[in-house]
């Protein structure tokens, strides 16, 4: 019914950027919050960074003033902005949308992306 496509990662040098992009498609009325999680080898999934459909986002503390997340609700796409990354940084980056699609109506349902995999390292 819904599917998120993310795209914009690979292997960047520490303090180097990268913007990550999650479209979504799909018979959609509506998508409430947007979100970009990430996973790293051998850690829990966490969450990055959170956006409402009216644009109010919220970051984990370790990429504030580094990430921005934000979206167009045009084209159903997220963003995330990453500036100034770190090893640290090194993950499979998720795209979650929660989302009303034409049968599920007034329901919203969590989706997820396939991931896209970041990798900072010299």
């Known amino acids: 019914q819904v599917q998120l496509v993310e795209s914009g990662g690979g292997l960047v040098q520490p303090g180097g950027s990268l913007r990550l992009s999650c479209a979504a498609s799909g018979s959609i009325v509506s998508i409430n919050a947007m979100a970009w999680y990430r996973q790293a080898p051998g850690k829990e999934r966490e969450v990055v960074a959170v956006i409402t459909i009216g644009g109010n986002t919220n970051y984990a503390d370790s990429v504030k003033g580094r990430f921005t997340i934000s979206r167009d609700n045009a084209k159903n796409t997220a963003y995330l902005q990453m500036n100034s990354l770190k090893p640290e940084d090194t993950a499979l980056y998720y795209c979650?949308?929660?989302?009303?699609?034409?049968?599920?109506?007034?329901?919203?349902?969590?989706?997820w992306g396939q991931g896209t995999q970041v990798t900072v390292s010299s």
């Open positions: 979650n949308a929660r989302v009303i699609t034409t049968t599920t109506w007034p329901t919203e349902y969590n989706y």
